[in-house]
């Protein structure tokens, strides 16, 4: 699979390019992309511009999760994800400017852990243990810059909240900072050995982790709201139970309420009061709504989150 960014209706790229006051870095980007010897220009019917990574050094080669920016705000750094079974992802760079793929040494990430602050063109990621010993464990949130002289740096610790378990099937599903960019939610989720799903904040300012709120079953895709310190966005998602605690063991558990608004005092609130399917939400820049994917055609677009 080749990495690819669409130059319209992507939102990696309407996320990165929605504080730019003018069109200049989305020129700069697009005139560079067209001369890349790495990157090949597409045009499909209906008129819409993408550029597609050709340049292989691993099997996938993929932008990061919608919801994350991939591309700095100045246009002159794109980090993506490397993977050969679309499992075990690591990180690699595109410079812009150099016209170069770069893979740096040791950044393997958790499961799709990776968050691009597009103003100083560092990217952040959950480390896994070299050991997969969690008794009283931790794992690191680092951080590295796109220069080669950069180095990987340590800015917190997420802790592992079950000592001698399995690893957790998720740490972080996706970093995601909060308004005041002091911190990064977390969603640790132990299904395997409880079945419950640890949410909270791990400030990068050197403060202590923040538990806000343990929930039964699998919840996943934590984003902190826009706006507030202290709320995120928390969504249910199907998961096999080994307990036995929702019915027969093994079975897969369907989703009965998908969004949660989380708060630091620990309440947690649905969005809507009914059931419902729907799936791939995300806050509105405002904080005001969130947006998501309706899969009985309802004709809704988005929830207001009050």
């Known amino acids: 699979m080749s990495l690819c960014f669409f130059l319209a209706m992507n939102t990696s790229w309407s996320q990165a390019y929605n504080a730019v006051e003018n069109n200049q870095a989305e020129q700069y980007l697009k005139d560079k992309?067209?001369?890349?010897?790495?990157?090949?220009?597409?045009?499909?019917?209906?008129?819409?511009?993408?550029?597609i990574l050709d340049t292989?050094?691993?099997?996938?080669?993929?932008?990061?999760?919608?919801?994350?920016?991939?591309?700095?705000?100045?246009?002159?750094?794109?980090?993506?994800w490397l993977t050969k079974d679309r499992d075990n992802f690591e990180l690699a760079l595109f410079d812009v400017e150099q016209d170069e793929i770069r893979k740096y040494k040791d950044?393997?990430?958790?499961?799709?852990?990776?968050?691009?602050?597009?103003?100083?063109?560092?990217?952040?990621?959950?480390?896994?243990?070299?050991?997969?010993?969690?008794?009283?464990?931790?794992?690191?949130?680092?951080?590295?810059?796109?220069?080669?002289?950069d180095k990987i740096e340590k800015?917190?610790?997420?802790?592992?909240?079950?000592?001698?378990?399995?690893?957790?099937?998720?740490?972080v599903t996706h970093l995601s900072p909060s308004a005041d960019r002091?911190?990064?939610?977390?969603?640790s989720g132990h299904y395997p050995a409880n079945n419950k799903t640890y949410l909270g904040i791990v400030p990068i300012d050197g403060r202590k982790p923040q538990l806000w709120k343990i929930l039964d079953?699998?919840?996943?895709?934590?984003?902190?709201?826009?706006?507030?310190?202290?709320?995120?966005?928390?969504?249910?998602?199907?998961?096999?139970?080994?307990?036995?605690?929702?019915?027969?063991?093994?079975?897969?558990?369907a989703i009965d309420n998908r969004m949660w608004i989380i708060?630091?005092?620990?309440?947690?609130l649905p969005v809507f009061p009914k059931p419902n399917n729907i799936y791939h939400e995300w806050w509105d820049a405002s904080g005001k709504y969130l947006w998501y994917i309706d899969k009985d055609g309802?004709?809704?677009?988005?929830?207001?989150?009050?």
């Open 217 to 253: 079953r699998r919840y996943n895709h934590a984003q902190m709201h826009p706006v507030y310190n202290d709320v995120m966005l928390a969504a249910q998602d199907y998961f096999r139970d080994d307990l036995g605690q929702y019915g027969e063991k093994r079975e897969r558990i």
């Open 107 to 149: 950044m393997k990430i958790t499961s799709s852990s990776s968050y691009v602050d597009v103003t100083t063109g560092e990217v952040y990621w959950v480390k896994p243990p070299k050991d997969q010993k969690f008794k009283g464990d931790f794992y690191d949130l680092v951080k590295r810059g796109p220069l080669p002289k």
């Open 155 to 171: 800015v917190a610790k997420i802790p592992h909240f079950l000592d001698n378990a399995l690893p957790p099937r998720q740490v």
């Open 263 to 268: 708060y630091q005092d620990g309440e947690a």
């Open 298 to 306: 309802n004709g809704e677009a988005k929830g207001y989150a009050g």
């Open 182 to 187: 002091k911190s990064f939610a977390f969603d």
């Open 33 to 51: 992309l067209d001369t890349s010897r790495h990157f090949r220009k597409y045009i499909n019917g209906n008129g819409i511009v993408s550029y």
């Open 56 to 80: 292989h050094i691993a099997n996938h080669q993929i932008s990061m999760y919608y919801t994350n920016p991939s591309i700095t705000d100045d246009g002159k750094y794109i980090w993506f």
